[in-house]
């Protein structure tokens, strides 16, 4: 039979890596499967490795980059000596405890699972966008944007990620216009202050994106006007899609409590999910706050909630045979 370990780590987001940090300090030797490098925000890090400046992480006074505040994460989580894998659990068991998970094949047994999967970002699903994904069509512009130096490109969204996106973007695009479907940004005011008044940025509101068009690449996107539902062609090459996120959760369908938009449902005030034994933190369970410095401090939680549940029900060196499956 395969190691029991005391806990395995899905995720390596700052709730994911925080519950590392926390449980590596507790010796309970963390496993983090930490994903794999992806065009989406399901990848090794997570969704700050899609953006630019963090500017409201507390303790950096001048903000710092959002991948290099992974690899701070990761490089203290490294440092207590947690173990990295970088994969992704393919299939998981919540029967147990022991749980069990497989990756690429092999079986990982855990007395504690901490899901911390995040969230992935939703697509417009319309005519033209998958085709063109990534040859104009992308969802990160830190990634992408400097392939659009002096053209003129798109963003969807009205809330800080697409403002975020869109002032990004005005370092190389010669134009940026937002595309939002009401006429109310929902970002906040210092977002919308800084994008109102940026002289490369254009708005179009009450607008939705119909279709993408091009053959290899972006040439245009037709947009809708919502009330009157006359539609024209915008010549963009770039078209960048920003409209919030999908939790990462069908994994655990089945096993986990879910509410009906996918996000993990957590007992109130903690990490506990359903599943005795089995934990959730970050963005996976949270659609409310969604920030760095929540899903950090919910896998801070979620750490103290193994420890004590590893106390509480038999830990490396009981016997776990009788632990209950529902706590
Ligand atoms: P969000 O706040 O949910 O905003 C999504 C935006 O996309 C909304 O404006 C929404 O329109 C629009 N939208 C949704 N579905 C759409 C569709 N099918 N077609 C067209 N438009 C659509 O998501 P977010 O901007 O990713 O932000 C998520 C959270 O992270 C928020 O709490 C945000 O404050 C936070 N965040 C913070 C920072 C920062 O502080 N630096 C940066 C990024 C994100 P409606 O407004 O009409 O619903």
Redesign the pocket.
């Known amino acids: 039979m395969s190691e029991v370990h005391d806990v395995v780590i899905i995720g390596s987001g700052p709730a994911g890596l925080t519950a590392a940090i926390y449980t590596d300090r507790a010796n309970l030797h963390p496993l983090v499967l930490e994903g794999e490098p992806s065009s989406n925000s399901d990848q090794p890090g997570g969704q700050l490795m899609l ?1 630019t400046e ?3 992480y507390p303790g950096f006074v001048d903000g710092i980059m959002g991948p290099e505040l992974m690899a701070n994460f990761r490089a203290q989580a490294a440092r207590f000596g947690a173990e990295f894998r970088t994969v992704k659990a393919g299939k998981v068991s919540f029967d147990g405890p022991p749980h069990r998970l497989w990756v690429e094949g092999e079986e990982i047994q855990a007395r504690a699972i901490i899901v911390a999967t995040g969230a992935r970002s ?1 697509m ?1 699903n319309v005519e033209g966008e998958s085709k063109l994904l990534g040859y104009g069509v992308s969802t990160c512009a830190t990634c992408d944007g400097f392939f659009f130096r002096d053209r003129e490109i798109a963003v ?7 403002l ?1 996106e869109a002032l990004f973007l005005t370092k190389f695009a010669s134009k940026v216009t937002l595309i ?3 006429k ?5 005011k210092i ?1 919308q202050d800084r994008a109102l008044r940026h002289p490369k940025m254009a708005f179009l509101w009450d607008s ?2 119909s279709r993408v068009n091009g053959e290899t690449a972006v040439e245009s996107v037709t947009v809708e006007d919502v009330n009157t539902g006359t539609t024209t062609d915008l010549p963009v090459s770039g078209l960048f899609v ?4 999908v939790p990462n959760t069908d994994l655990f369908k089945g096993w986990l409590d879910m509410e009906d938009s996918g996000y993990l449902i957590t007992r109130h005030g903690s990490t506990f999910t359903n599943v005795g034994g089995v934990f959730a933190a970050g963005d996976v369970q949270d659609h409310v ?3 760095a410095i929540t899903a950090a401090g919910s896998g801070c939680m979620a750490a103290i909630d193994v420890e004590r549940w590893l106390e509480a029900t038999g830990s490396a060196d009981h016997e776990i045979a009788d632990t209950p499956r529902n706590w």
Not at 156 to 161: H, L, M, T
Not at 184 to 188: D, G, I, K, M, Y
């Open positions: 953006t963090v500017e409201n939703l417009l969807v969204g009205g809330g800080d990620s697409a975020e939002h479907r009401r109310e940004l929902r970002a906040s977002m939705r994106v920003a409209i919030g996120h706050y969604r920030q």
